[in-house]
Nanobody, 122 residues
């Protein structure tokens, strides 16, 4: 069992930056792939980025490639999402998730955090 708690969301102007954190409990964190997803009002939850258990492989949605960076610190049981050059269309609730393999599908992840709101003003 893995419990996930996101933090770091907030209100930022377009062009600004935010760093989200996702703290995990449980001794199996380092064996899980981790992903970040987001959900805007009236839209389905969508893939943002994912990282393998070792951190050696990362994947990004085209919409965030070059602006967002995912990383993890297995010693701290934490995964991060550095978001730069934020745009109003990045506004959403951001969720971290843990799964067995690195995947882009919501259904492939077993554990989810409660989400943190990111609002980008124009």
């Amino acid at each position: 069992q893995v419990q996930l708690v996101e933090s770091g969301g907030g209100l930022v102007q377009a062009g600004g930056s935010l760093r989200l954190s996702c703290a995990a409990s449980g001794s199996t964190f380092s064996s899980h792939a981790m992903g970040w997803f987001r959900q805007a009002p009236g839209k389905e939850r969508e893939f943002v980025t994912a990282i393998s258990w070792s951190g050696g492989s990362t994947y990004y949605a085209d919409s965030v490639k070059g602006r967002f960076t995912i990383s993890r610190d297995n010693a701290k049981n934490t995964v991060y999402l550095q978001m730069n050059s934020l745009k109003p269309e990045d506004t959403a609730v951001y969720y971290c998730a843990a799964g067995t393999l690195v995947r882009k599908s919501v259904a492939e992840y077993d554990y989810w955090g409660q989400g943190t709101q990111v609002t980008v003003s124009s």
